[in-house]
T-cell receptor, first 114, second 113 residues
């Protein structure tokens, strides 16, 4: 079984500041990890994913995340926030192999202040 | 990556009625998934739909309430039956691309009055 905990339901940053959205997971098997973004009234868009290999993963829009097995974490970062980054962000986990079911965290709403 | 077209994008329905949501994928996919996102909440998996077999429902969801069809490898429908205000949610369909990265339809925003 898998679970995801996103610390902080709401994060507020200033434009140009560092974005850090936290995600911790629990998985009984080596996990596949994902970050999705949801803009208002839209579906989910994949930002980045970790499956195997390099633990630092780069995604779209300047986001990246680092898989840390020892800390069971997959935090999302962006060096400099832009107003267009304001959205809801979801961390998700699934087991490997043929288990394609995703378990989502509760989401973190990112607000970017001018 | 593949694209899912989902419709309707939104609807307002009377309680006691049913709504069928459609998802069309622009390529053949083995599995499709249906999620519910209640207001201010995360996504919860309703069921997994494979072509040619009965959908597999998650705990708390039943076929009588959420019947699903999967007639071919590019299409699926979810029906929300006998609706009540508690069914007001966003419903999303999804499928998987390489290495399990899921892609999603735009969602259906349902309001039951």
């Amino acid at each position: 079984a898998q679970s995801v905990t996103q610390l902080g339901s709401h994060v507020s940053v200033s434009e140009g500041a560092l974005v850090l959205l936290r995600c911790n997971y629990s998985s009984s098997v080596p996990p596949y990890l994902f970050w999705y973004v949801q803009y208002p009234n839209q579906g989910l868009q994949l930002l980045l994913k970790y499956t195997t290999g390099a633990t630092l993963v780069k995604g779209i829009n300047g986001f990246e995340a680092e898989f840390k097995k020892s800390e069971t974490s997959f935090h999302l970062t962006k060096p400099s926030a832009h107003m267009s980054d304001a959205a809801e962000y979801f961390c998700a986990v699934r087991g490997g192999g043929s288990n394609y079911k995703l378990t989502f965290g509760k989401g973190t709403l990112l607000t970017v202040n001018p | 990556s593949a694209v899912i077209s989902q419709k309707p994008s939104r609807d307002i329905c009377q309680r006691g009625t049913s709504l069928t949501i459609q998802c069309q994928v622009d390529s053949q996919v083995t599995m499709m998934f249906w999620y519910r996102q209640q207001p201010g909440q995360s996504l919860t998996l309703i069921a997994t739909a494979n072509q040619g077999s009965e959908a597999t429902y998650e705990s708390g969801f039943v076929i009588d309430k959420f019947p699903i069809s999967r007639p071919n490898l590019t299409f699926s429908t979810l029906t929300v039956s006998n609706m009540s205000p508690e069914d007001s949610s966003i419903y999303l369909c999804s499928s998987t691309a390489g290495q399990g990265a899921a892609f999603f339809g735009q969602g259906t925003r349902l309001t039951v009055v």
